[in-house]
T-cell receptor, first 110, second 112 residues
Framework: NEVEQSPQNLTAQEGEFITINCSYSVGISALHWLQQHPGGGIVSLFMLSSGKKKHGRLIATINIQEKHSSLHITASHPRDSAVYICAVRSSETSGSRLTFGEGTQLTVNP | ETGVTQSPTHLIKTRGQQVTLRCSSQSGHNTVSWYQQALGQGPQFIFQYYREEENGRGNFPPRFSGLQFPNYSSELNVNALELDDSALYLC???????????FGSGTRLTVV
């Protein structure tokens, strides 16, 4: 697989610090972290091509040389429970297709 | 600013039938991509449309086809439905030169 995520499933207690990892094997022009709720709709959290981004309690980092990205959630809350998906836009193919990881199912218990 | 709307939200079809799914693109976006997401898996790229032409295709058979209209909305057509076509179908719109995407809520297709 071009995009691998770990772990597949993650259960945490409210307030815990959470890390989800993503490794990819192709050259990329951008990496996306997405959130998917049970209804199916996908919300874009971050788009990264280098460095680090922060939005509220969410932090995303990327290391282009190591082809690795992490999504961190500080002070996790039950409302963070969702599937988190890493997706890359390859620089090796034309067009704007995304290649997705399998997702990480996060459950935060109160 | 409008988002991406997909219709219908749910659909049940019989094996061998044909189905059409619809997607409106976000205002200002000229590219629409379609993805198939089987239960418990990540989405898989079906194809992409830009300026009313297919501009990239994933590993899907020809019975998966599409259209894009002058207003950049799009349709996904699937002929001769198979049980394995049961999935969530997502569309995403984007603008050429911009790496951001807006996703729809998906159409959940069940083939029985």
């Amino acid at each position: 697989n071009e995009v691998e995520q770990s772990p597949q499933n993650l259960t945490a207690q409210e307030g815990e610090f959470i890390t989800i990892n993503c490794s990819y094997s192709v050259g990329i022009s951008a990496l996306h972290w997405l959130q998917q709720h049970p209804g199916g709709g996908i919300v874009s959290l971050f788009m990264l091509s280098s460095g680090k981004k922060k939005h509220g309690r969410l932090i995303a980092t990327i290391n282009i040389q190591e082809k690795h990205s992490s999504l961190h959630i500080t002070a996790s809350h039950p409302r963070d429970s969702a599937v988190y998906i890493c997706a890359v836009r390859s620089s090796e193919t034309s067009g704007s297709r995304l290649t997705f990881g399998e997702g990480t199912q996060l459950t935060v218990n109160p | 600013e409008t988002g991406v709307t997909q219709s219908p939200t749910h659909l049940i079809k019989t094996r061998g039938q044909q189905v059409t799914l619809r997607c409106s693109s976000q205002s200002g976006h000229n590219t629409v991509s379609w993805y198939q997401q089987a239960l418990g898996q990540g989405p898989q790229f079906i194809f992409q449309y830009y300026r009313e032409e297919e501009n990239g295709r994933g590993n899907f058979p020809p019975r998966f086809s599409g259209l894009q209209f002058p207003n950049y909305s799009s349709e996904l057509n699937v002929n001769a439905l198979e049980l394995d076509d049961s999935a969530l179908y997502l569309c995403a719109s984007s603008q050429t030169g911009d790496y951001g995407y807006t996703f729809g809520s998906g159409t959940r297709l069940t083939v029985v």
